[in-house]
């Protein structure tokens, strides 16, 4: 698509020459290439290393998209205005960053386990210390807490 946008600037009379040498236009798909192989390893990063990455990759496109625009709005040449410079890069950025960001998967956070076996044994030994009865605790049985029997008197 970068290099169909390169194509249209090229036909509509832009030159596409850099320091005196003319861009290829096999060049914007290079160039593009590597741009979405950069961002699939900063997805990567991201799944691995942040609780967000779906945000923090998002973040970091917008920036990282910005600061790509930067150098041919700060220092447009005569012969391609910076608007046509970076429609390239916003053109590329609209089609990679969508599909990467669909990449990145927010994490769950881990539900606490609450079925511990001291939540289980603690309840039966405060029956036995704030009642007045006298409880025989059973730790032979099969069950996994014990059983308790209230002694007679």
């Known amino acids: 698509m970068t290099t169909g946008v390169a194509a249209a600037l090229h036909t509509a009379g832009v030159s596409l020459t850099m320091q005196g040498e003319t861009i290829p236009l096999a060049g914007f798909a290079q160039m593009t290439f590597i741009g979405a192989v950069l961002g699939g390893i900063i997805v990567a990063v991201l799944n691995r290393h942040s609780s967000e990455p779906r945000r923090r990759f998002l973040q970091t496109a917008v920036v990282l998209t910005t600061l790509s625009c930067v150098p041919s709005i700060a220092f447009p040449s005569a012969a391609a205005p910076s608007w046509r410079w970076s429609s390239t ?62 002694s007679v008197r």
């Open 89 to 150: 890069h916003l053109v590329a950025a609209a089609i990679i960053v969508p599909v990467l960001a669909r990449q990145a998967h927010d994490r769950a956070l881990p539900v606490p386990n609450r079925t511990s076996d001291k939540e289980h044994t603690m309840p039966q030994y405060l029956i036995s210390v704030w009642h007045d009865d006298e409880y025989d605790l059973d730790f032979t049985t099969p069950d996994r807490n014990g059983s308790a029997r209230r």
